[in-house]
């Protein structure tokens, strides 16, 4: 997926994601500001706070009124279930378009 294709509230997911992913942001660490979110992407405070619902939603960060965001505890496990979900769909299609080709390999050359 180019990133041209990627909605700007998308890429910041993206990012939190992969920083949790990584080990930068572990469970209990506070995301920077609305704000500043917002100054270091290049965005409208709205995008961000797509973002932050997004994330919520999936369960990586959750967010007192006043204080701020923080990564919760099951973060780090729900981004590794999800991309051992990712990667299981991934195996089952390859091998699925491997039975497809072998058949029409066969009809074509039997």
Sequence with gaps: MSSESVQPYQRIVQDVRDKIRSGQLTAGTKLPSTRELSEDYGV???TVQRAL???RSAGLVYSHQGRG???TETASETTEDSTARALK???DQVRDLSTRLERI???RNG
């Design 44 to 46: 409208a405070a709205g």
């Design 53 to 55: 619902t997004e994330l």
């Design 69 to 71: 965001s923080f990564v």
């Design 89 to 91: 769909a991934l195996e």
């Design 105 to 107: 390999e066969k009809e």
